[in-house]
């Protein structure tokens, strides 16, 4: 099994590329910061649990490499490294800094986008990984007008910000890498959330103003409605600006198409809409929010006097920085994402859609508070943290078999044995893997409880075994008996209370 290594995957695209991925059977490795709160794998497993109770289904886990993509090998250790080198043959690059302005050229969005980007570049040339998926976006053209094709990378163009211009270095830099063999660009209009449910985990770009209105009114008592063409005049906008609003779920489904299928690498997609959404519309979503009224012909009344110049200067101060986000767009050109989506166009965002992400937006309260760290009831990172140190008496003597548990707590995992006993677990599988067992987790937890046995849950299809070399005969059900015993040791003595010999015996 050869990994896909994922840059970015608790960001919104991210996280729909750990769902979509795992549909198409792309087996991930996440290089993911520990937050504040969060470790690695509690921030993986959040936004895997957020999916297994929309879908109804277990989900496998990446193997998580914990890290940070702005330090020299993204923060991983030798070991890690390594094991990058062996086990995964292409990057998909999609963490980046969505910071408009910069205070310098050594800060955010710089310091993600540029260095990050060369980071990830500098690990590829260490590792050997020579396939390089590269999520970028539309708004590298800058201030252009008219048609900005596929094709185009540097034409010299202004950029609109910070953002924008350190994006156009960071594909610089993938475009110039030599030593890869292939570079594939996703560039995607702006994300907004989910084209059926309105879900989004960020609101920058078009949730701003959004934003800012709400906190405004909240804060203005009994203040008139928020207008539509208030919004526009305040911008000396006529309303027939377009914008290149896309939903996420589309943006995931379309780059996955692409990454799963080697005859589209090397080439530049332009993930945009085939029609732009009018500036009027995404005003008038706001403005709806805000008022409603029974026609959109209506007008208002206008805030008058101190308070309405009070209200239009806040929200125009505040919106300063996203100043350029207003400008009309250019037109993308679409021929190499047109020609790989006959059967996937893009949901056309209009007003309706923009007004199901308004709703979203302030019914979440623009996600806060936080959604609360989900820990599973099993983890099976507990027995690899027991045997993951301990090296092979023997090399030439160790046989390695694989582990894929699928579900909460899950993951991938390589179970070096001497004899017919564990000596070490590893996280992720590897080449050097002879069998593959498969299950989830909560067979694993009626295994522990002893509820079944392996020969049942073999039978019975909860427990699947590949091998991938042949001439094995390993003696899987006392291996599975040594790892279950491992778990429940470690399960155990963290909630300091003694395993249950009787349920032990009964496996």
Known sequence: MRYHLLTGATGLLGSYFLKDAAALRIPLAVVVRRSRAESARQRIETVLARWEQLIQAHLPRPVILEGNLNAPNLGLSAEQVAWVAENCSAVIHNAASLNFTAKDLESEPYLSNVQGTKNVLDLCRTTGIRTFHHVSTAYICGLRQGTVYETERNVGQPPGNDYEASKIQAEEMVASAEFLDHKTFLRPGIIIGDSVTGYTSTFHGFYVPLKICHGLMNIAQGFPSLAADGILHWFNLTGDETKNFVPVDWVSAVSMRVIANPAYYDRTYHLTPSHSTRVADMAMAIGNTFFHSESEEAEPAEPSGSSSSLFRQTFLNQMQVYESYWR??????????LAITPDLPCPEVDQEMLAVMCRYAVESNFGWPVEPSRIPALDTSRAAEKLRAIPPANQSAVTSIGLVVTGPGGGDWRLDTVNGKIISIHEGLSVKCREILRLNSQTL????????????????????????????????????????????????????????PAKSAAQ
Request: charged fraction near 30%; proline fraction near 6%; hydrophobic fraction near 35%.
């Open 445 to 500: 937890k009626e295994l522990m409880d002893g509820e079944c046995t392996f020969q049942q849950a073999l039978q019975r299809g909860q427990v699947v075994v590949e091998a991938p070399q042949a001439d094995t005969s390993l003696p899987l059900e006392e291996l599975m008996l040594d790892y279950v015993r491992l778990l429940s040791k470690q399960a155990a003595r963290e909630s300091d209370r003694p395993v249950n």
């Open 328 to 337: 009309d767009d250019p037109v993308f050109d679409r021929t190499n994402t």
